[in-house]
Every structure is written in structure tokens, then in C-alpha cells.
């Protein structure tokens, strides 16, 4: 008899690389069928609040309010490694300067949202979909845009500047590497069946990092018209060492960013980690 595990995750080339041994059936899961549906990051937050699938990509900022339900996998996270969400506006101005704009996001419960408010706790905001803040700034409807997934390599040839690389400030603060997103699992699979679950994510991502040119081109599909070349850093910049496995680094700096966020009364309660 199979058992069903729904996996959610977001329509994003890197993400796609992670599952793609999952998702083709690459690798042998016994009896666990995986099932997997694709949602945009701030989707996949909100569903996950309400407990709808197995395993979900979230953002970290969302785990905050998740832990109860969810434990965070070991595998699977996506970190910038001083780098991250970028925060462009159509002209030249001082990262000093968003206070005084209203800057488009793309969600609240993102990471790069999160992180935004440690930068500047008093930013004014609106919600737009990922995919049309490049649209919007350029367009002149902001005169600031936080930039998530492929935006972040594209945004000059739109003749955008770039304001606070939010990756960047957070190493020069920190020392640590800016976690942005992890996969987590239910809870109430119990022990034995969330390591079963986590070792055949670990084996995926392996699988894609040691056939990465096979895992590369299923994975274009998913990047909204990026070339191959971009596709491949996009993919670099998010699975890498630590997407395999946190390793301390990868760990203290989610306990950090917990921290601060706590600190500045960002999120309501101390988060305690715990890995599967």
C-alpha cells in the first residue's frame, strides 16, 4: 500500500533542481508516493499556516509562526551567501533614503521582508505579486522594489538601480550567511516517517548536484525566461553546500536572524530549532 506525501515547493528553477529526482522518480521511495504541488512562496507560507500539505518550502520569517505544526528539515534550505533579496528603485538613491518611499514586497511573511524591516524597522509597504515588482518600479508605480527569485540577475537590463543588497548588509552585520527559505515537514508523521521523508529530499538534491546538467534542463522550464547561463547561477546562488545539509554555519545563522527578529519585536515569540 503507497502512502501519499503531498510536497509543496514554488514554480522556481531552483527549487525544480532540488525535487527534480522526486518529481521524475529518479530515486527509489518505496512505498511513499510524493505528490507535489507548485505555489508562489507567500501561497506556500499562508497554506502552511492552516497545515495543508506534508512538506512545504517556506520562508524562515513564516516558520516563526509554524513551529508548532512544522519541524525544519536539515536539507533543502535556500542561503545566500552574502547575498540575497536586492531592493532596486529607477534612480540612484542611499539605502538611508527608503524610509521616505513606500517599497513593494512581495509578501509579509517573506524572509526578504523580514529582513528588510531589521534594516529599516519603520518601512512603508505594499504587497504585489514577485513576478510584476520589476514591471511596477519600472513602471514608475514605486519608486522601490524588494526583489526575490530571477529579478535579482535581471533588474539592470531594465535600467534599474540597485538600492540595498539586503544579503550583503546582513553578512557585514553578522558574519553569517542570510537564510531565506527551508523546507519543513509535519510534525505528527512522528519521528521514523519525517527521516524517511528527509533522507529521500537529501537524496534528490544529491542526485541533481551530481547529474547537474540533466537536473538543469527540467529545471528551465521553471525560469521565466532566463537563459541557460542564468539559470545555472540562479541555481549556484541557492543549492549549494549548505542546501544539502545547514552545517553549523547554516544554523547559527537561522538562530541569528530568529534572534533579531525577536529582539526587534518583528516576531512574537523566541523560536526554538530543531532539525529532522
Given at each position: 500500500?503507497?502512502?501519499?506525501?503531498?510536497?509543496?515547493?514554488?514554480?522556481?528553477?531552483?527549487?525544480?533542481?532540488?525535487?527534480?529526482?522526486?518529481?521524475?522518480?529518479?530515486?527509489?521511495?518505496?512505498?511513499?508516493?510524493?505528490?507535489?504541488?507548485?505555489?508562489?512562496?507567500?501561497?506556500?507560507?499562508?497554506?502552511?499556516?492552516?497545515?495543508?500539505?506534508?512538506?512545504?518550502?517556506?520562508?524562515?520569517?513564516?516558520?516563526?509562526?509554524?513551529?508548532?505544526?512544522?519541524?525544519?528539515?536539515?536539507?533543502?534550505?535556500?542561503?545566500?551567501?552574502?547575498?540575497?533579496?536586492?531592493?532596486?528603485?529607477?534612480?540612484?538613491?542611499?539605502?538611508?533614503?527608503?524610509?521616505?518611499?513606500?517599497?513593494?514586497?512581495?509578501?509579509?511573511?517573506?524572509?526578504?521582508?523580514?529582513?528588510?524591516?531589521?534594516?529599516?524597522?519603520?518601512?512603508?509597504?505594499?504587497?504585489?505579486?514577485?513576478?510584476?515588482?520589476?514591471?511596477?518600479?519600472?513602471?514608475?508605480?514605486?519608486?522601490?522594489?524588494?526583489?526575490?527569485?530571477?529579478?535579482?540577475?535581471?533588474?539592470?537590463?531594465?535600467?534599474?538601480?540597485?538600492?540595498?543588497?539586503?544579503?550583503?548588509?546582513?553578512?557585514?552585520?553578522?558574519?553569517?550567511?542570510?537564510?531565506?527559505?527551508?523546507?519543513?515537514?509535519?510534525?505528527?508523521?512522528?519521528?521514523?516517517?519525517?527521516?524517511?521523508?528527509?533522507?529521500?529530499?537529501?537524496?534528490?538534491?544529491?542526485?541533481?548536484?551530481?547529474?547537474?546538467?540533466?537536473?538543469?534542463?527540467?529545471?528551465?522550464?521553471?525560469?521565466?525566461?532566463?537563459?541557460?547561463?542564468?539559470?545555472?547561477?540562479?541555481?549556484?546562488?541557492?543549492?549549494?553546500?549548505?542546501?544539502?545539509?545547514?552545517?553549523?554555519?547554516?544554523?547559527?545563522?537561522?538562530?541569528?536572524?530568529?534572534?533579531?527578529?525577536?529582539?526587534?519585536?518583528?516576531?512574537?515569540?523566541?523560536v526554538t530549532l530543531e532539525f529532522v
Open positions: 500500500m503507497k502512502k501519499d506525501i503531498h510536497v509543496a515547493h514554488s514554480p522556481d528553477s531552483d527549487d525544480a533542481f532540488m525535487f527534480y529526482a522526486l518529481a521524475t522518480r529518479k530515486i527509489d521511495t518505496g512505498d511513499l508516493n510524493y505528490i507535489h504541488t507548485l505555489n508562489d512562496i507567500e501561497t506556500l507560507n499562508r497554506k502552511a499556516m492552516e497545515g495543508e500539505y506534508e512538506v512545504s518550502a517556506i520562508s524562515f520569517h513564516a516558520y516563526a509562526y509554524l513551529a508548532d505544526k512544522y519541524a525544519l528539515l536539515s536539507c533543502g534550505a535556500s542561503i545566500g551567501k552574502n547575498y540575497g533579496p536586492i531592493v532596486v528603485s529607477g534612480r540612484p538613491v542611499r539605502a538611508q533614503s527608503l524610509v521616505k518611499m513606500v517599497v513593494a514586497i512581495p509578501g509579509t511573511l517573506t524572509t526578504a521582508f523580514l529582513t528588510l524591516r531589521l534594516f529599516e524597522p519603520e518601512i512603508q509597504y505594499q504587497v504585489v505579486p514577485f513576478d510584476k515588482i520589476l514591471d511596477e518600479v519600472q513602471k514608475g508605480k514605486f519608486e522601490a522594489g524588494l526583489l526575490i527569485h530571477e529579478g535579482q540577475l535581471t533588474y539592470r537590463e531594465l535600467g534599474l538601480h540597485k538600492v540595498l543588497d539586503l544579503g550583503e548588509w546582513w553578512r557585514k552585520e553578522t558574519g553569517l550567511p542570510l537564510p531565506l527559505g527551508g523546507n519543513v515537514i509535519k510534525r505528527n508523521l512522528g519521528k521514523e516517517m519525517m527521516e524517511r521523508v528527509g533522507e529521500d529530499i537529501r537524496k534528490s538534491i544529491q542526485y541533481a548536484l551530481d547529474h547537474r546538467e540533466e537536473a538543469m534542463a527540467y529545471a528551465i522550464q521553471f525560469s521565466r525566461g532566463l537563459d541557460t547561463q542564468r539559470v545555472d547561477r540562479f541555481i549556484g546562488m541557492y543549492v549549494n553546500d549548505l542546501t544539502l545539509d545547514y552545517g553549523n554555519e547554516g544554523r547559527q545563522a537561522v538562530k541569528k536572524l530568529f534572534q533579531e527578529a525577536y529582539k526587534k519585536k518583528i516576531i512574537p515569540e523566541r
